[in-house]
């Protein structure tokens, strides 16, 4: 019996050289992981622990979205979108990553995409303020001012008091021809705490035209 007992301590310490007896650490551990390194500014291992997850299990969407906000982080458009693309692949219903993707869209001035991504981001989740704000901000950049000021009337509609919203649909109104209307929004930024609206209503509003109708 002793004998029988050292032979089976001796393959169990074989095994466990090996590796074959070491628990895995499973996908979500290396995700874990990687978000504990990416808040603290260590990159690279997050890269590296979010690889990890994803040769574990090539379906964690959650190591891919994270993977591309790190390579958006660093300038990697391309990585980034590939990335965010896989995810949303594996699970059409994070949010998350179809408004990182606009974000890419527009930086690569695919502005009718990234305004796509942030409808669907949108319908996703109602309240996601920063959606309709890029989302506007993307249908400036198509000269649709009527439409992007409805997103920033919709954020409003939920923050009345959204320095942002109001900041941009004052710009909106201005470029759009409502001078006087825009000059109130900016107004009501700098009210907010905005200073550089002040800076733009020095600019743009301090003539007849932009007084308020009576």
């Not at 001796?10 to 895995?24: D, E, H, R």
């Not at 299990?57 to 891919?64: E, L, M, T, V």
């Not at 949303?88 to 994070?94: C, D, Q």
């Amino acid at each position: 019996m002793n004998r029988l007992r050292k032979v089976f301590l001796s393959l169990s310490m074989a095994f466990l050289s090996t590796g074959f007896l070491v628990a895995q650490k499973t996908a979500e551990q290396y995700i874990d992981y990687g978000i504990k390194k990416l808040e603290n500014n260590e990159f690279m291992e997050a890269i590296v622990s979010f690889n990890e997850a994803i040769s574990v299990n090539n379906k964690s969407y959650q190591a891919y979205y994270m993977r591309g906000n790190i390579k958006q982080q660093f300038s990697d458009v391309h990585g980034a979108m590939k990335d965010y693309n896989t995810a949303i692949e594996i699970n059409p219903k994070l949010t998350e990553a179809y408004f990182e993707r606009g974000n890419v869209k527009y930086l690569l001035q695919d502005y009718y995409g990234a305004i796509d991504d942030y409808t669907r981001t949108i319908e996703l989740n109602e309240n996601n303020l920063d959606a309709y704000y890029k989302r506007g901000q993307a249908k400036q950049q198509l000269e649709a001012y009527q439409d992007a000021i409805n997103d920033c009337t919709q954020i409003l509609s939920k923050d009345t008091n959204n320095v942002d919203a109001y900041f941009l649909r004052g710009v909106l109104r201005i470029e759009y021809g409502q001078l006087s209307e825009g000059c109130l929004d900016l107004s009501k930024a700098g009210e907010l705490g905005d200073l550089k609206a002040y800076e733009m209503i020095r600019e743009k509003c301090n003539d007849a035209r932009s007084s308020p109708r009576k």
